[in-house]
């Protein structure tokens, strides 16, 4: 009676398992395949080699391991120059910190992460920022300092904080309309100003399609826009 009982559970198990092998491959070319229609649609620049875009992509100083940009895209949002990245990249790992399930650890006691970023170029650069979901802040405030400071609007600062020397500048970057984008994703996007780069990016989720990319976009464009009254998106 055991044995039986052990093939009745064993056997829809394997079967099960099996599905999901041979059925994420197929997921994935599909996600790629959709993804370079998407864009190649809007007359924007795909590629499996995300770190030939231009402008080059950039490197934050909280990623501070190895970073493998994947499959990407670049093209122009209200006139707005942007490219869009699938990237892998490895970061000291923290006590209680999120970690997609199945990504594994790297070596070294640190983490591998699957992310999408969005940047774009300011003419000029600037002191640095960081608009951070309150669950990565601690992790923030490790790798690259910063002062904590909070917007006054509770709802928002009940799920970003602002991370920055710069008061002024802090506040600036979070503006009414930044505010809304951001507070309206389901899955949190953090904001970093860092010289001249503006980069959205959002942990533990690849770029689904264009339009699911181009909401990392649109809070670039509003950025853009707050610091130099560039195009409204």
């Known amino acids: 009676?055991?044995?039986?009982?052990?093939?009745?559970?064993?056997?829809?198990?394997?079967?099960?398992?099996?599905?999901?092998?041979i059925g994420a491959p197929h997921r994935e070319r599909?996600?790629?395949?959709?993804?370079?229609?998407?864009?190649?649609?809007r007359g924007w620049t795909y590629t499996d080699d995300a770190s030939r875009l231009r402008p080059r992509p950039p490197r934050l100083r909280e990623w501070q391991r190895r970073v493998r940009?994947?499959?990407?895209?670049?093209?122009?949002?209200?006139?707005?120059?942007?490219?869009?990245a699938h990237v892998t990249h490895e970061s000291p790992a923290a006590h209680g910190s999120h970690v997609t399930p199945g990504s594994g650890a790297a070596e070294g006691g640190s983490r591998r992460t699957h992310a999408t970023i969005c940047w774009t170029r300011l003419p000029f650069p600037l002191n640095e920022v960081r608009i951070v979901p309150v669950e990565l802040l601690d992790e923030r405030r490790r790798q690259v300092g910063g002062t904590v400071h909070h917007t006054g609007h509770a709802a928002f600062d009940a799920r970003f904080a602002i991370l920055t020397d710069d008061e002024l500048l802090g506040r600036m970057v979070v503006g009414p309309r930044a505010r809304t984008l951001l507070m309206s994703m389901q899955v949190p996007w953090s904001v970093t100003l860092q010289g001249v780069s503006i980069v959205a990016e959002r942990l533990d989720r690849v770029p689904q399609s264009t339009e699911d990319a181009l909401n990392g976009v649109a809070i670039l464009a509003s950025v853009a826009h707050a610091l130099t009254g560039g195009p409204r998106p």
Do not use: N
């Not at 599909?30 to 649609?41: C, F, P, Q």
């Not at 940009?69 to 869009?84: I, K, N, Q």
């Open 30 to 41: 599909r996600r790629l395949a959709e993804l370079r229609r998407g864009a190649e649609a």
């Open 69 to 84: 940009f994947r499959e990407g895209f670049a093209g122009t949002y209200h006139d707005l120059p942007f490219c869009v």
């Open 1 to 21: 009676m055991g044995t039986w009982l052990a093939l009745l559970i064993a056997v829809p198990l394997v079967g099960w398992l099996a599905a999901i092998a």
